[in-house]
């Protein structure tokens, strides 16, 4: 079975610097699909960010880029110019040939003005 | 053009009785599962529903029950209620096909078994 991995339950910032989330998970199967999800206190998942495991490009949103190591099973988020708005509960998730989302345990992101 | 749906945000209940969540999946959006979210076990699958089957199912004791209307509506029950049924209750959609392209989830509803 797929596991992810998220080892910083916490994590804390200046507003207008960078951050890295970290992430990593286990699976057999070469093709997957990577994602970054937020959680503010509203409780609704927001799609942060998605990675293909096919392509080898990190994908990028605007202040959110990803660094994908696929051998490593590495999948880490990187959050630049970080504002108020990006504290949150972030999650990593994996999606397999199974077609379900297995998440990691999350960490909490605290920006400080 | 509206989100996903759940109703209701908050609900408590009683141990031993029985709950029905309700999903509306963005319009056009075949493909609803549900998780449950506790502090404990964190983010887990319950079902999967696609043009009113059941896809794929996690791993949850047969009390956690869902099912898929023709609309694509979707709703999940829990009989015999246990206190550690206490979680919060998303419901993401996606398009056909388009699940790889990620979920949009609901903003859950938040049971508490008293």
């Known amino acids: 079975a797929q596991t992810v991995t998220q080892s910083q339950p916490e994590m804390s910032v200046q507003e207008a610097e960078t951050v890295t989330l970290s992430c990593t998970y286990d699976t057999s199967e070469s093709d997957y699909y990577l994602f970054w999800y937020k959680q503010p206190p509203s409780r609704q998942m927001i799609l942060v960010i998605r990675q293909e495991a096919y392509k080898q490009q990190n994908a990028t949103e605007n202040r959110f880029s990803v660094n994908f190591q696929k051998a490593a099973k590495s999948f880490s988020l990187k959050i630049s110019d970080s504002q108020l708005g990006d504290a949150a509960m972030y999650f990593c998730?994996?999606?397999?040939?199974?077609?379900?989302?297995?998440f990691g345990q999350g960490t909490r992101l605290t920006i400080n003005p | 053009k509206a989100g996903v749906t759940q109703t209701p945000r908050y609900l408590i209940k009683t141990r031993g009785q029985q709950v029905t969540l309700s999903c509306s999946p963005i319009?056009?959006?075949?493909?609803v599962s549900w998780y449950q979210q506790t502090p404990g076990q964190g983010l887990q699958f319950l079902f999967e529903y696609f043009s009113e089957t059941q896809r794929n199912k996690g791993n949850f004791p047969g009390r956690f029950s869902g099912r898929q209307f023709s609309n694509s509506r979707s709703e999940m029950n829990v009989s015999t209620l246990e206190l550690g049924d206490s979680a919060l209750y998303l419901c993401a959609s996606s398009a056909p096909q388009q699940g790889n392209y990620g979920y949009t989830f609901g903003s859950g509803t938040r049971l508490t078994v008293v």
């Open positions: 319009s056009g959006h075949r493909s």
């Open positions: 998730a994996y999606r397999g040939g199974a077609q379900k989302l297995v």
